[in-house]
């Protein structure tokens, strides 16, 4: 029969020829200089990294209020847009005449009604007359002017509409 004997040594080597732990050379800690310029590097890399950080998120701001603005100025051009062809609508003869036929109760002439008026002289008139015909002619004239003067001021619709057309004008030969 065959015995085994105890080990007592680890790994089976014997004690004698372990190994022995060698002090590696003490090695210098690095100088209070040194760390401090290596604390400084890692420092400044932290705030340039994070700067970095701060600028490119300016920049992703930045390209987001450009893209708003744009969005709107869009927006802006299409309402405009809309704008101007509810005036051109607006301006048509066709609405302004639906608008005096219905709204403000305006007739439409006929054709065929229309009286055209002349004033006839006599021929012997005397040269007084005459003067007295041109005074009365340039009474008439001024208070010709005066009623004209007040439907211009009354007929408000006229008005608005002779504005309206000026400022289409205007617009159109700006822009």
């Known amino acids: 029969m065959i015995v085994a004997r105890e080990r007592v040594e680890p790994y089976g080597l014997p004690e004698n020829h ?17 760390r401090l310029a290596l604390t400084g590097m890692v420092l400044v890399f932290f705030c340039t990294c994070v700067i970095i950080a ?18 709107e100025l869009a927006q802006l ?4 847009h809309d704008l101007y062809t509810k005036v051109q609508k607006l301006s048509s003869l066709e609405n ?21 008026v ?7 008139e005397t040269a ?15 208070e010709d002017r005066a009623l ?11 008005n608005a509409f002779a504005k309206m057309v000026s400022r289409l004008e205007v617009s159109m030969h700006s822009g």
């Open 18 to 34: 372990r190994r022995p732990r060698r002090r590696a050379a003490a090695a210098p800690g690095l100088l209070r200089r040194e």
């Open 54 to 71: 701060f600028y490119y998120t300016q920049v992703l701001i930045t390209g987001y209020r450009l893209s708003s603005a744009k969005k």
């Open 77 to 80: 051009r299409k309402e405009s």
């Open 96 to 116: 302004i005449e639906r608008i005096a036929v219905h709204k403000l109760g305006m007739v439409k002439p006929q054709n065929d009604r229309v009286v055209v």
């Open 118 to 124: 002349q004033a006839v002289e006599p021929a012997g």
């Open 128 to 142: 007084a007359a005459g003067v007295a015909a041109a005074a009365a002619e340039k009474d008439r004239a001024g």
């Open 148 to 158: 004209a003067g007040e439907r211009r001021e009354q007929n408000w619709v006229i």
